[in-house]
Nanobody, 116 residues
């Protein structure tokens, strides 16, 4: 059993910042990569950022230069630092952890609302 606990969402004005955290616990032997996705009302879930165990990162074009993903391997925790937030960043943000042959696990989601 694997549990993911997210935190850090909330309401912020445009131009503001938020930091999301996602801690994984349970039957974890190794993590391939960790990432964040988001889903806005009426839209499909989309990838925001990914980070591998070695620290390689990948970002959606819409967040490049504004969001930074990082991870603490010792704590099995992934972070998403979001700056210069825009109203279009409003969505439910989900963390995802890939455990190789054990597959993907998703967090419960945390709401991020950016007001104009």
């Amino acid at each position: 059993q694997v549990q993911l606990v997210e935190s850090g969402g909330g309401l912020v004005q445009a131009g503001g910042s938020l930091r999301l955290s996602c801690a994984a616990s349970g039957s974890i032997f190794s993590i391939n990569y960790m990432g964040w996705h988001r889903q806005a009302p009426g839209k499909q879930r989309e990838l925001v950022a990914l980070i591998t165990t070695g620290g390689s990162t990948n970002y959606a074009d819409s967040v490049k230069g504004r969001f930074t993903i990082s991870r603490d391997n010792a704590k099995n925790t992934v972070y998403l630092q979001m700056t210069s937030l825009k109203p279009e960043d409003t969505a439910v943000y989900y963390c995802r952890v890939n455990l190789g042959y054990k597959g993907n696990y998703w967090g419960q989601g945390t709401q991020v609302t950016v007001s104009s």
